[in-house]
C-alpha cells in the first residue's frame, strides 16, 4: 500500500501546486512509484498535454464510473511519475466532488488507487472545505505550504488547527510531515529576520530545514505545466526540490527508526 | 520588536504546533544538508564532468589547490592504483563532492547513494549494530558497488566505488578514506 500525501495551504498562490508537482517529480527520481493527483477544480494545473496524453478525463471521470484508473492516470515520458488531472470540471461535477468527498467516496478510490504507487502526492483545494477535509482524512501525511511573509505565516493556525482536528476526530494516522517555506528570497532581510524568528519561536523540526527559493523558472514551467527538471534552464530549481524530498525521505526513515525502537524492543531480528 | 512572534496568530500557530509535534515525535532537523563544499549552483558542472577521461598517471593530490580537486586526484588515483571502475565521494543526501568515472548518470548515483545509505542505517538499526558502515552489493556477473559510510564532525558522507568482483578492496577504501577525511576535514 502507497502512501498518501496531501499537500494542503489555508490561502492561494503558495506553491501549493509547484510544490505537488515538483516534490512528486523528486521522488520519482529517487525510484519511488508516484501518483501525482490533481484533486483542485479551480487549482487550473493544466498538466502538459505532452505528459498526460491529449484526454481531458481525470479524477471526477474515475469516480463518476465514465473511465477507468488506466484511462485517466498517465506516466510521463520516462515512464517515471504518473499523473492524473482533476477531470472534466462543470458547476455540477463541483458539486459532486463535495458529495463525494463527504461521503467517503474519494478516499476509497484513494485507497485502491495506492496499492499501484509508493505515493500518491495530492495538490488539495486551497482552504479547509469538504475535499480538502476529506483528503486529510484520507492521508497519512500532509506537507503545508507557506511563503516566508507574515500573511502566509498567519494562516497557520487554521490550517494546524485543521489538522489537529482530523487527527482527534477520525484519523489518528494522519501526519504532520512538515511546513515547507516556498519562493524565498534569501537577499531580502525582512524575510531573513522572519525565518530567523520561524527557527527560534517554532518547534524544532516542524518547518523543514530545506526551504524552496525564489526563481523565474517556476513560472516558465508553470506556464509550460511541466516540472521545472524537465527544463534545461531548471537544474537548480529542480535540484532544490530534490534536497526536499531528500530531507523529507530521512524524515519518513527517522519517524519509522524511532516508531520501530518503541514497538519491537524486544521483538529484533536476533 | 519581534516581527512575528508577538502576533496572536503566530503565538496560536506555535502553541497548535507544539501539541502536534508532541503527538508525531517529529525528528529534529539536522544541518547535514546545509554543510557542504560545494553549492547547487556547482551540480551542473558535475554532472558536465561525466566524461572524466581515464587515469594515466597517479599525482600527488597535495600539490592541487581546490579541495574538490584534491579529492578527485584521491579517486583517481585508487581506481588507478586498484584497477576500481569509477568512484564518488557524497555527503548524506547523495550530493557528490568529487566524482571519477561514474557507472552511470550523476543524477542516478545521488539516488542510489541516499536510498543505500538509508538502507545501511536502518540496517545497522534493525541489528542493533549502530556501527554498520559497509556495504557490498554485487550489480552483475563481474562488478560490484562497495558503499563505505564514514563520519566527519558526527555527520556522514559516503564514498562509492565500483571494482571487479574478484578484487579484495577494503584497505585500498580505508586508506583512502583516511585521505578523503583529511582533505574535507581540512579548515
Ligand atoms: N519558487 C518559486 N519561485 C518563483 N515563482 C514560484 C515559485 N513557486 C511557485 N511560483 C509561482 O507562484 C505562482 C503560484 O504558485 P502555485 O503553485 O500555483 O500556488 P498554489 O497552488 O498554492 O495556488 C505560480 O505562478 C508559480 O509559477
Ligand atoms: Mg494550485
Known sequence: MGKIVTIASQKGGTAKTTTALNLSYSLSCLGDRVLLLDADPQGGMTIATTIKGKTPAGLIDYLAGRCQLKEVAFYTKEKKMAIMGIGTVDPDSVRQLEDWARKAVIAKALKRFSKHFDYIVIDAPTGFGSVPVALLEASQGVILTSQCQSLSLKSLPKMLGVIDWVQKSSNPDLSLEGIVLTMRHPDNETENEMFQEIHSGFPAGLFFSEYIVSDPVFELASLRSVPVGMLSAGKVAAHNYHQLATEYKERELLRSLSKGADDGADSGLF | ?187
Open chain 2, 1 to 187: 520588536m519581534a516581527l512575528i512572534l508577538d502576533s496572536s496568530e503566530i503565538r496560536e500557530a506555535i502553541a497548535l504546533a507544539s501539541g502536534l509535534t508532541a503527538t508525531l515525535n517529529l525528528p529534529v532537523a539536522t544541518d547535514a544538508g546545509k554543510v557542504r563544499a560545494i553549492t547547487v549552483a556547482d551540480v551542473p558542472a558535475k554532472i558536465a564532468q561525466k566524461t572524466t577521461p581515464k587515469p594515466s598517471a597517479e599525482i600527488d593530490p597535495a600539490g592541487l589547490t581546490y579541495r574538490g580537486d584534491q579529492l578527485e586526484q584521491v579517486l583517481r588515483n585508487m581506481c588507478l592504483r586498484s584497477h576500481f571502475g569509477g568512484a564518488v565521494v557524497t555527503d548524506a543526501t547523495g550530493l557528490p563532492f568529487a566524482v571519477v568515472n561514474p557507472p552511470v548518470s550523476m543524477e542516478a548515483v545521488s539516488a542510489f547513494t541516499s536510498v543505500l545509505g538509508s538502507a545501511l542505517e536502518r540496517a545497522g538499526s534493525l541489528l542493533g549494530q549502530h556501527g554498520a558502515e559497509y556495504l557490498s552489493l554485487d550489480i552483475n556477473y563481474e562488478e560490484k558497488i562497495i558503499l563505505r559510510r564514514f563520519l566527519i564532525h558526527e555527520l556522514p558522507y559516503f564514498l562509492l566505488v565500483i571494482c571487479p568482483q574478484e578484487v579484495d578492496e577494503r584497505s585500498e577504501i580505508e586508506i583512502s578514506i583516511d585521505q578523503i577525511v583529511s582533505i574535507l576535514d581540512k579548515k
